[in-house]
């Protein structure tokens, strides 16, 4: 049971919009403002898409955006595509004396 | 374009030594941090160690005992080595350059399976 808790799975049609959630369980992660999200397809490596909570890389579609209230971060996708399913994990830095990195169970999306 | 491209046995027997290497292309080792992150079959993803290249290396502190990281200037490597494996260490094993000011992991290798068993 990781400290990051992550519903198992979400689920939209295309081009709604769906929101993950990344519940933060202890108080190990400080003010959670070093909360990252990635996006994994099957048999792939992830892909950063939201690091410092609300910012994206750059290539990243403005279709992905973050946000955080109190111990609860958000990735929200607007304009759901196919190629948005996959598996997507939120990280935050953690405490040093068990592991400086958590993350998420991993939440699964399927685009109807 | 950094790359990153993880090499080692697909096959470790239980109680040996898990060894892996890193080879980073179109950048330099220098100036990250660099994470051995892992990925048990149908699980999520488990940050087990990460490096800087003249720092020493943090671990999971579950792990601490069983893991050594280690960088390679000269070959541009990060290598891992888990100790006394068991079925519980077979996961993709991915390599990965880390932010530490950000506190995220912008660059990762393909990933490679390895799997525990006799």
């Known amino acids: 049971q990781s400290a990051l808790n992550q519903p198992a799975s979400v689920s939209g049609s295309p081009g709604q919009s769906i929101t993950i959630s990344c519940t933060a369980t202890s108080s190990d992660f400080g003010t959670f403002d070093f909360v990252s999200w990635y996006h994994q397809q099957p048999g792939k490596a992830p892909k950063l898409l939201i690091y410092e909570v609300t910012k994206r890389p750059s290539g990243v579609s403005n279709r992905f955006s973050g946000s955080k209230s109190g111990n609860m971060a958000s990735l929200t996708i607007s304009g759901l595509q196919a190629e948005d399913e996959g598996d997507y994990h939120c990280s935050s830095l953690g405490d040093s004396n068990t592991s400086l990195w958590v993350f998420g169970g991993g939440t699964k999306l399927t685009v109807l | 374009q950094v790359q990153l491209q993880e090499s080692g046995p697909g096959l470790v027997k239980p109680s040996e030594t898990l060894s892996l290497n890193c080879t980073v292309s179109?950048?330099?080792?220098?100036?990250?941090?660099w994470s051995w992150i892992r990925q048990s079959p149908g699980k999520g993803l488990e940050w087990i160690g990460y490096m800087y290249y003249n720092k020493i290396p943090i671990y999971k502190s579950s792990l601490k005992s069983r893991l050594t990281i280690s960088i390679d200037m000269s070959r541009n490597q990060i290598s891992l080595q888990v100790r006394s494996v068991t079925a519980a260490d077979t996961a993709v094993y991915f390599c990965v350059r880390t932010d530490g000011g950000t506190g995220s992991f912008d660059y990762w290798g393909l990933g490679t399976l390895v799997t525990v068993s006799s």
């Open positions: 179109g950048g330099s080792i220098i100036s990250y941090f």
